[in-house]
């Protein structure tokens, strides 16, 4: 590991703290049982051996990570070790072409450009240009920036530019992690963009737990819905795992 990625794991304690207290005092329902190694988990023992024995991050990774974790929604950032799992799985099936749908300030994007081909490409759906420019000065730093697409316009809209365009079948990996109410319409339209033997991963699939009593609100109830409906969808194969607020693959059939 090189010495930027090593300085960038041994710091988390200290940077994740800052985070997670200002995103607490904002936010506290939406970090209390998240189990990322910036909220949640990040006292956790347990969590600190397996950053300081698995994370390999790119030293631009790290300081765009360093940055958000400066941002008072720095909870809403995919954890790192969640984001190099499926780095390593886009870099296995050899993506080429990816769709993420929720950027924030971009560290998973800038994840997947880095283990994308020289021609490969990666699809941001947001609708804030002023997180993104968070991220902007450092995809260009890690010279990736001509691998990023980025749209700012509801991503339902760009999901369905992309089918019009005659791009169904076409993208190797999706990312959704963006507002939970239209989780069941982003993971049909991925699914249609998607090769088979592409994967979709599904962020926030747990929610906290609440998915356990899931007639309080919309957006728990979405997630639930669609988790059930997942489970029963014979176009996928699937795995559901613990990591983060709970990570769903789906493997297209």
Known sequence: MNKLAIIGTAALGVTFAAGV?????????????????????????????????SLREHPVLTKLRMCTLQEPRAFMMV?????????????????????????YTGYNLLNMALVLPEDGKVVGCDISEDYANIGRPYWKEAEVEHKIDLRIKPALET????????????????????????????YEKCLQLLRKGG???????????????????????????????????????????TVGDGLTLAFKL
Not at 22 to 37: A, E, H
Request: proline residues 3%.
């Open 79 to 103: 954890a790192c070790e969640q984001s190099q799992l499926m780095a390593n799985l886009a870099k296995l099936i050899k993506a080429k072409k990816v769709i993420e749908i929720g950027v």
């Open 21 to 53: 207290l200002i995103g607490r005092k904002c936010f506290p329902s939406d970090v209390g049982n998240t189990f990322k190694s910036h909220v949640g988990a990040k006292n956790d023992p347990l969590m600190k051996y397996l950053l300081d024995h």
């Open 199 to 241: 994967i979709i991963a599904l962020d926030n699939v747990l929610w906290g737990k609440r998915v356990l009593n899931p007639v309080k609100d919309p957006s728990t109830q979405s997630i639930h819905q669609l988790n059930e409906r997942i489970f029963r969808d014979t176009r996928v194969n699937i795995s559901m795992l």
């Open 159 to 186: 999901l369905d530019e992309l089918l019009k365009a005659g791009e169904a079948g076409t993208f190797d990996f999706a990312f959704i992690d963006a507002d939970k109410i239209n989780y069941s319409e982003y």
